[in-house]
Each structure stands twice: as structure tokens, then as C-alpha cells.
């Protein structure tokens, strides 16, 4: 243990610094956590949803050669992971829909997000209101401007993603810190507990590829704070739990994870995230900057304070040299800022006054960022149902185009120059020819993307659209009437539906 537990205060004490009962703060907690589990019963359709339902759809129909989740290509994809595997091996065993498995994997996701946020800031504090502010911290404790991105814990990122592997991942990776801090702390931990926590770390590396940096991170500040001496069992121990980690994610059948250290084309998606960071992060990084640093004084081997900077030195390099994906890392950076936030308030060193006042800032603070985030009420609560001020600048949710597939069988191919389209049609088990999200594995993706531009693009010649149907073997075509293509009276299609938002679905009956 560190000298930690001895600077906060005792554990009967059931106040912050400022005088706020530990009742508020779990009262808080539990709202947003009924919240959070209204979210996974509507699951919000926005953003990656539709390709984590495809992967599952892909998997439940054939485990073992799943193809590419979107479009129809025998080629890998990093989706198939051992959490989604999972899933799809629940979906098998129990006859559930796609749907109701994310349900399942969003309340799974939340749970183990709970517990290890409690496990690993009980590392740090034994203090009882410590891990409820800590949620808070992380939630609430961002910026004026709300960011939803896989693997970022905001409440409108998190109300988005609770059924994705990044949710997931999160949980597995506070529960990985958790684990290894105490399996430093207890010399007789045996190799055999350091390689099942190599098994953790590679499954949370298979299962969110970002994520697992970002934890990783987070482990190496923990192996730095420990101060255990060189003993032959904790060199052996995390000898043990590397290799078996790195043996894991080298025979990982479903894709080649190695192969996606020399994968580009990544940078254009993420540039957004080095884009006016005051306002996404606007509340956490003074609040964060003061509290680790008062934590680096106390102790320069601080883990939260090293997970920290190994963060940053990551996203200050990309920026730097204009690699922006790794803009990924910055819950490096926020997440250890915003437990030192938490723990600040608790802290019994330095005087008292210091306490309520930066208790009583933190509070402005979380009322703040909760108001910036309200949106995420709007995930619940149809908009229409909600005063403007809430729903006013939000994200609106999409309208899925399910019912194109009334008519198509699993596996038929859609051609269609949407992109919201071509995310959401996969997750009722249509293939696209266009992937709706950028996908590395796949070959032909350039070509497959030209193809479609051409189709629909004016003047293109008849001979040359039918040859991009007979190319990808397409089965229907969905587009709004203005969007060009082959004229509604050709001959090779029929109207077989018109959707609630105006696009029109056409059967291909005749590729004469």
C-alpha cells in the first residue's frame, strides 16, 4: 500500500470538503445509472451502432468465416472480437435478436464500467465517496462542447456507446489496474494469477484496439508506482503476463492484429479531435492539471499522474506530427486528470479552506458539464416531448432503413449512395457495396467507392451502370429519386418501396 490512505479522510466520514453528503452523491450515481439503462432498452440509433449489430449478424450466421461485416468479401475484420464473439455465441444459445444482445451488452458493459471504476479508485482511496465522485468525474467533468466517440466517457459519448465493445473494453481495462495493483501488493502472487491478467489485457487489446492503449498506459503507471522490489516472482510474473498476452493476440484467428500497426488512412476521421480542445475539454484540464499536479508533489511516481503523461506525450506527438488517430489516447490524458479531480476533494492534506474551495468549484463545475451534455436526455425522451433549451443543438437520432429489408433476404446486396444507409442496412443482415465506415481489410474498398460514385453520378452511360450491378451481383438499389442513377422507368429495375424519409427502394430485375 501507499502512503496514500493516510492522507484522506477517515472513512466515517461521510462528507466532501465543502460539507456535500455522500447520500447526494450516490443519489446522483444511481439516476444516472437508471438513465444509462433506459438508454440500452431504446439503444439510440447514431453513430457505430449498425456495424456492431452486423458483426454480431455476421457471426450468429457463421462463426467461424464470417466475411467482412458490411459488405460482401471474404476478408477479416477487427470487429470480430472476443467480446463480440461472445455475444454471438449467447445470440446462438438463447434465440435473442441482434438487438436485444446489445440490449444485453450495454447493461453487461454498464455494470462492468461500475465495478471497475469502484475497484480500481478504492486502489487509491479508501474514502467512501470516492468512487461515486469519481463517476461523476468522468461523466460530467469534460468541456462546454459535448464529444460522442467510442472509448470517451462523456455522458452523451457514453449514452451513445453503452452496447459498444469500447464500453466493454473500458470496464475490462479499470478492472485489469484494479487486478494488477493488487497482485503487486501481495508478493505471493503466483505467475500463473500475472498470466491470467496477460489474458485480460489481451482480450481488452482485441476488443478495442484504442482502448487497450489507453489502459495500457494506465497499467504501465501502476507497474511504475508500485515500488516493489526487483523480486524474482514479480519479474517472472509480468514476464509471464506479457508474453501470454502477446502470444494471444498473435493467434487471434478472426484477423490479424499485428496487421493493424501498419494501417493508415485513419488520420482525416480523427483530425476533429485536435479541433478547439479548450471547448471539448474546457472544464476538466485546470481542475486536472492542479489536482495531479499536487499529487506530483507528493509523489513523483504517482500512477495517475504517469498514466497521465504518457498519455499526453502521445496526443501532444500527434498533433505534432499530424498523426491524429492519435487523438485516441486523449482519455490517456482525461481519465487519470478527472479520478485526481475526485480524490482532490477528499484529500486531508492542506488546509481546509483549499477543500471547500475547490470542492465548491468542482460542483459549479459538474452542473456545468452536466448542462452541456444534456442532450443525452433526448436518447431517452422522444425531442418532441422535451423543452427546445434541452433539445436544441443536439444530435439527432437516425431513421433506420429496416424496413428496406422487408422484402430482401439475408445476404441480398444494396447499392446506395447514403452513408447513413450503408451503416445501418448490415445490421438487419443486407450487404452494402459501399462499406459505411472506412475498412482497411477490404482490398477493392477504393474501387468499390469510385464504382458507386459512377453509378450515380450524371451522364454516366447505361452499359456502365449495369456493369456495377452485375460487378457486386446488386440485389436492390436505395436512393432518394434526385439522386441519379438508372432513371426510375428502366428496365432493369422495379419500385418495390417507398421509405417514411422519402428514399425509394428498386428490386434489379434485368441486367440486359
Given at each position: 500500500?501507499?502512503g496514500?490512505?493516510?492522507?484522506?479522510?477517515?472513512?466515517?466520514?461521510?462528507?466532501l470538503?465543502?460539507?456535500?453528503?455522500?447520500l447526494?452523491?450516490?443519489?446522483?450515481?444511481?439516476?444516472?445509472?437508471?438513465?444509462a439503462?433506459?438508454?440500452t432498452?431504446?439503444?439510440?440509433?447514431i453513430?457505430?451502432l449498425?456495424v456492431h449489430?452486423?458483426?454480431?449478424?455476421r457471426l450468429?450466421?457463421?462463426?467461424?468465416?464470417?466475411?467482412?461485416?458490411?459488405?460482401?468479401?471474404?476478408?477479416?475484420s477487427?470487429?470480430?472480437?472476443?467480446?463480440?464473439?461472445?455475444?454471438a455465441?449467447?445470440a446462438?444459445?438463447?434465440g435473442?435478436?441482434?438487438?436485444?444482445?446489445?440490449?444485453?451488452?450495454?447493461?453487461?458493459?454498464l455494470?462492468?464500467?461500475a465495478?471497475?471504476?469502484?475497484?480500481?479508485?478504492?486502489?487509491l482511496?479508501r474514502?467512501?465517496?470516492?468512487?461515486?465522485?469519481?463517476?461523476l468525474?468522468?461523466?460530467?467533468l469534460?468541456?462546454?462542447?459535448?464529444?460522442?466517440?467510442?472509448?470517451?466517457?462523456g455522458?452523451?459519448?457514453?449514452?451513445?456507446n453503452?452496447s459498444?465493445?469500447?464500453?466493454f473494453?473500458?470496464?475490462?481495462?479499470?478492472?485489469?489496474?484494479?487486478?494488477?495493483?493488487?497482485a503487486?501488493?501481495?508478493?505471493?502472487?503466483?505467475?500463473?494469477?500475472?498470466?491470467?491478467?496477460?489474458?485480460?489485457?489481451?482480450v481488452?487489446?482485441?476488443?478495442?484496439?484504442?482502448?487497450?492503449?489507453v489502459?495500457t498506459?494506465?497499467a504501465?503507471?501502476?507497474?511504475?508506482?508500485?515500488?516493489?522490489p526487483?523480486r524474482?516472482?514479480?519479474?517472472?510474473?509480468?514476464?509471464?503476463?506479457?508474453?501470454t498476452?502477446?502470444?494471444?493476440?498473435?493467434?487471434?484467428?478472426?484477423?490479424?492484429f499485428?496487421?493493424?500497426?501498419?494501417?493508415?488512412?485513419?488520420e482525416?476521421i480523427?483530425?476533429?479531435?485536435y479541433?478547439?480542445?479548450g471547448?471539448?475539454?474546457?472544464?476538466v484540464l485546470?481542475?486536472?492539471?492542479l489536482?495531479?499536479?499536487?499529487r506530483w508533489r507528493?509523489?513523483?511516481?504517482?500512477?495517475?499522474?504517469?498514466?497521465?503523461a504518457?498519455g499526453l506525450?502521445?496526443v501532444?506527438?500527434?498533433g505534432l506530427l499530424?498523426?491524429?488517430?492519435?487523438?485516441?489516447?486523449e482519455?490517456a490524458?482525461?481519465?487519470?486528470?478527472?479520478?485526481a479531480?475526485?480524490?482532490?476533494?477528499?484529500?486531508?492534506?492542506?488546509?481546509?479552506?483549499?477543500?471547500?474551495?475547490?470542492?465548491?468549484?468542482?460542483?459549479?463545475?459538474l452542473?456545468?458539464?452536466?448542462?452541456?451534455?444534456?442532450h443525452?436526455?433526448?436518447?431517452v425522451?422522444?425531442a418532441?416531448?422535451?423543452?427546445?433549451?434541452?433539445?436544441?443543438?443536439?444530435?439527432?437520432?437516425?431513421?433506420p432503413?429496416?424496413?428496406?429489408?422487408?422484402?430482401?433476404a439475408?445476404?441480398?446486396?444494396?447499392?446506395?449512395?447514403?452513408?447513413?444507409?450503408?451503416?445501418t442496412?448490415?445490421?438487419y443482415?443486407?450487404?452494402t457495396?459501399?462499406?459505411?465506415?472506412?475498412?482497411?481489410?477490404?482490398p477493392?474498398?477504393?474501387?468499390?467507392?469510385a464504382d458507386a460514385?459512377?453509378?450515380?453520378a450524371?451522364?454516366?452511360?447505361?452499359a456502365?451502370?449495369?456493369?456495377?450491378?452485375r460487378?457486386?451481383?446488386?440485389?436492390?438499389?436505395?436512393?432518394r429519386?434526385?439522386?441519379?442513377?438508372?432513371?426510375?422507368?428502366?428496365?432493369?429495375?422495379?419500385?418495390?418501396?417507398?421509405?417514411?424519409d422519402?428514399?425509394?427502394l428498386?428490386?434489379v430485375?434485368?441486367?440486359?
Amino acid at each position: 500500500m501507499t502512503g496514500e490512505s493516510a492522507r484522506l479522510l477517515p472513512a466515517s466520514d461521510t462528507r466532501l470538503g465543502g460539507g456535500v453528503p455522500l447520500l447526494a452523491l450516490r443519489g446522483a450515481t444511481t439516476l444516472l445509472a437508471v438513465g444509462a439503462v433506459l438508454m440500452t432498452v431504446r439503444l439510440p440509433w447514431i453513430g457505430d451502432l449498425g456495424v456492431h449489430a452486423a458483426t454480431i449478424e455476421r457471426l450468429r450466421h457463421d462463426l467461424l468465416h464470417p466475411g467482412d461485416p458490411m459488405v460482401d468479401s471474404p476478408t477479416d475484420s477487427p470487429y470480430y472480437s472476443p467480446w463480440t464473439v461472445t455475444l454471438a455465441l449467447f445470440a446462438k444459445a438463447t434465440g435473442l435478436g441482434t438487438f436485444d444482445v446489445l440490449r444485453c451488452a450495454g447493461v453487461i458493459g454498464l455494470l462492468l464500467l461500475a465495478t471497475g471504476v469502484r475497484q480500481f479508485v478504492r486502489t487509491l482511496s479508501r474514502h467512501p465517496a470516492a468512487p461515486p465522485l469519481a463517476v461523476l468525474c468522468l461523466l460530467l467533468l469534460w468541456g462546454v462542447r459535448p464529444l460522442i466517440w467510442s472509448g470517451f466517457l462523456g455522458l452523451m459519448s457514453l449514452s451513445a456507446n453503452l452496447s459498444y465493445p469500447s464500453t466493454f473494453a473500458t470496464g475490462l481495462g479499470f478492472h485489469l489496474l484494479a487486478l494488477l495493483t493488487y497482485a503487486l501488493r501481495r508478493p505471493g502472487t503466483s505467475v500463473a494469477a500475472y498470466a491470467g491478467l496477460g489474458v485480460l489485457w489481451a482480450v481488452l487489446m482485441l476488443s478495442h484496439q484504442f482502448t487497450g492503449v489507453v489502459f495500457t498506459f494506465g497499467a504501465a503507471g501502476v507497474l511504475v508506482a508500485a515500488r516493489v522490489p526487483a523480486r524474482r516472482a514479480v519479474v517472472l510474473g509480468t514476464g509471464a503476463a506479457l508474453l501470454t498476452g502477446l502470444a494471444l493476440l498473435a493467434v487471434w484467428p478472426y484477423y490479424s492484429f499485428f496487421e493493424l500497426l501498419g494501417t493508415g488512412g485513419l488520420e482525416k476521421i480523427h483530425q476533429p479531435l485536435y479541433r478547439r480542445p479548450g471547448s471539448l475539454f474546457a472544464l476538466v484540464l485546470p481542475l486536472g492539471a492542479l489536482a495531479l499536479a499536487l499529487r506530483w508533489r507528493r509523489d513523483h511516481r504517482d500512477p495517475l499522474v504517469v498514466w497521465c503523461a504518457l498519455g499526453l506525450a502521445t496526443v501532444v506527438a500527434g498533433g505534432l506530427l499530424g498523426k491524429w488517430s492519435l487523438g485516441r489516447t486523449e482519455p490517456a490524458v482525461l481519465m487519470p486528470a478527472q479520478i485526481a479531480v475526485a480524490l482532490c476533494v477528499l484529500e486531508q492534506g492542506g488546509r481546509r479552506w483549499f477543500r471547500t474551495g475547490f470542492a465548491a468549484v468542482l460542483g459549479a463545475a459538474l452542473v456545468a458539464g452536466a448542462w452541456a451534455q444534456r442532450h443525452a436526455v433526448t436518447f431517452v425522451v422522444p425531442a418532441d416531448a422535451l423543452p427546445a433549451a434541452v433539445t436544441r443543438h443536439g444530435w439527432p437520432l437516425w431513421r433506420p432503413v429496416g424496413w428496406a429489408m422487408r422484402d430482401a433476404a439475408y445476404g441480398d446486396v444494396f447499392l446506395t449512395g447514403d452513408r447513413r444507409a450503408a451503416v445501418t442496412l448490415p445490421a438487419y443482415g443486407g450487404y452494402t457495396v459501399v462499406p459505411g465506415y472506412p475498412d482497411f481489410f477490404l482490398p477493392d474498398e477504393k474501387r468499390r467507392a469510385a464504382d458507386a460514385e459512377r453509378y450515380f453520378a450524371p451522364g454516366t452511360p447505361r452499359a456502365e451502370r449495369l456493369a456495377v450491378l452485375r460487378r457486386y451481383h446488386v440485389r436492390w438499389v436505395l436512393q432518394r429519386p434526385s439522386r441519379g442513377g438508372l432513371p426510375a422507368g428502366d428496365p432493369a429495375l422495379r419500385e418495390a418501396q417507398r421509405g417514411p424519409d422519402g428514399r425509394v427502394l428498386y428490386e434489379v430485375i434485368g441486367l440486359n
